[in-house]
């Protein structure tokens, strides 16, 4: 996806500078879909669950069922999903199919998610605190 988004786009030399370093980037339309499409993908309280779960390593659809205290056929469904956008890779040995993380910069994303939320949280919290006084 990467390669892809890096193809669909490019630098250019004027415009409004982005937040971090480099230059503002104009995205096609189809980078649109592919990023608004991982999104979707990580839309799902099931999905990342499942994805949470395989940061820890590989894992099979039972280990998974276990994890996430789903049923099979739930969890078979969202890691088609997760396999269909390449976010996981599977193997499979005799009967059963273990899964992977196949792009580990999903982690570094909800990492990024999880720290602005909490930041958001504390801020909330303490202006409520605010109140009491």
């Not at 104009?26 to 499409?37: N, P």
């Amino acid at each position: 996806m990467v390669k892809t988004l890096k193809r669909l786009t490019k630098q250019v030399g004027s415009g409004r500078p982005r937040r971090g370093p480099g230059r503002q980037k104009v995205l096609t339309e189809a980078a649109f879909e592919l990023i608004a499409g991982r999104f979707r993908v990580l839309s799902e309280p099931m999905r990342l669950r499942l994805l949470h779960a395989l940061g820890e390593g590989e894992l099979s659809v039972s280990e998974l069922v276990e994890a996430t205290g789903a049923g099979q056929a739930n969890v078979s469904k969202h890691l088609g999903i997760l396999l269909d956008s390449g976010l996981v890779a599977r193997r499979k040995e005799g009967l059963n199919v273990f899964y992977r993380v196949a792009d580990p910069s999903v982690f570094d994303m909800c990492e990024s998610v999880c720290s602005s939320l909490g930041e958001r949280l504390t801020a909330h919290h303490q202006a409520i605190r605010g109140f009491g006084a």
